[in-house]
DNA sequence: GAGTGGTCTAGACCACAGA
DNA sequence: CTGTGGTCTAGACCACTCG
């Protein structure tokens, strides 16, 4: 009622939405084939294709040459900025008696998921907006690049990329270091920065959602049309050094975040 | 090289982002029409329209009943939800000698756009995570609510909508006071909070991303295909009591979003 | 009434994955 | 090889806006 004239496709999208929902079709299962539903429904497999992208676009389904399969992950992991970096958090004892290793691995056992993370330490010239937050001339400086990317482990073992992300650390602190090893330990960079004498003391985090970039799209099994988060995460010591700038990717429809801070008079 | 086999839709698409990007198109000119365009590249006009529908998602073009034209509005406005809150900013000083009517205005004025608000105060049953937030039951209790609409006036005199957002606030706190007069003055919402006892010292926000309600499209000129961001904000005392949820609404292609804090040990 | 974009069909060809 | 979704055309009808 509330739209008279809603387009047949966008009617289509709904109606499987719905079907989704009410678990006419569960997660991880196979939809009739475009052609299917186009003779079911009395349309062209366009307009299926149509209405089947919008859902691809929201994460709901997922479509490859094999045919339309319902997403497995239902809710939404939540990145809770201010949590994520305490040390109790990061350094947090999971359900095994395992310590965390450091916050996004906390992050998705509170959600009953395993994480996986494949690493790749690099010594790199960072990005220009890297080197400026960094304080280093752009073009030129080496710096270790850790880049993750990071899956959630479903209980029947399927590997949903979730994250990537790619920390920059400036060469004098951590060249020759733990940091550029694969196993940063417990509590993770964070806390082995603090260990060299590089306490953090102040985060900022910029947000901006857009399109994937082709690699993050791969990487992250995206397609053109869908979006992600880009945080810009960077940390300052006490005396307002700039020791650490990652660079998170999340596929919106996958997180939600949050974040809390004091007021000043 | 990157995309070998790029669909010829995405590839007219990025023809014609380039062309904007390049000034052959200027900002608030009119494109050629479907069709024309369909003819100049020897496609059909269906192609045209597909390509075009992806710059309107980004928010580069506009497709109206006369035609396609360019958006006027290039860069984002930054959302610092640090500084935005903090008396300095809220009560800031503008060029023009006047002092800011709270964050909203001193945002927009820091980017040479002139705010514009509409507001509707009422009595109204807040919805259930709003309740929620504030502590009082679901469905039942009266709170003040804000509702406003939030436009930047450009030189031209347009007026382009880059907001909706909600406050509520409880009752017994707001009901016959200043808070219920459209006009809150210098500082706006929060400086009369305080002067009523109820000087908020922390806050919180959650943010999602995800399609537009029908209301949010309508009011704020977006297509069902574009995305805002959510933000549940929420604020409470040093007695820890939640003296406000505001509910924001940004269409992600006119935002960015910042945020600081302090680590503890 | 003319011109715009929005939608939809019918049918075609293609690339790619899997048996 | 077959079946899948991805793309594209040609052409049609529609609703809306504006002169």
Redesign the pocket.
Known sequence: MSAP???????IADEIRAAIDNGTYAPGSK????????AQM?????????A??LL?TDGIVT??????FVSSFTSKINRDANTRYTKSFRESTTADGTKARGAFDAELRARGLTPKTDLQVKRVVPPNHVADLLGIPANEVLVVSRARVMFAVKEDGDEVPVQVATSYLPGDIAFGTVLETPDTGEGGLISRLADLGHRQSRISETIQVRRPSEAEATALNL?EDQRVYEITHSARTATDRVVEVTNHILPVHLWNLTYAWDLEG
Do not use: S
């Not at 939809?31 to 186009?38: I, M, N, R, V």
């Not at 009395?42 to 299926?48: A, D, F, K, N, P």
């Not at 479509?63 to 339309?68: A, P, S, V, Y």
């Open positions: 004239n809603r387009p047949t496709f966008r009617r939809l009739p084939t475009d052609a299917e539903l186009a009395g349309v062209t497999r366009t307009l299926i294709g149509d089947l992208q691809t479509k490859t040459r094999k045919g339309t397609t």
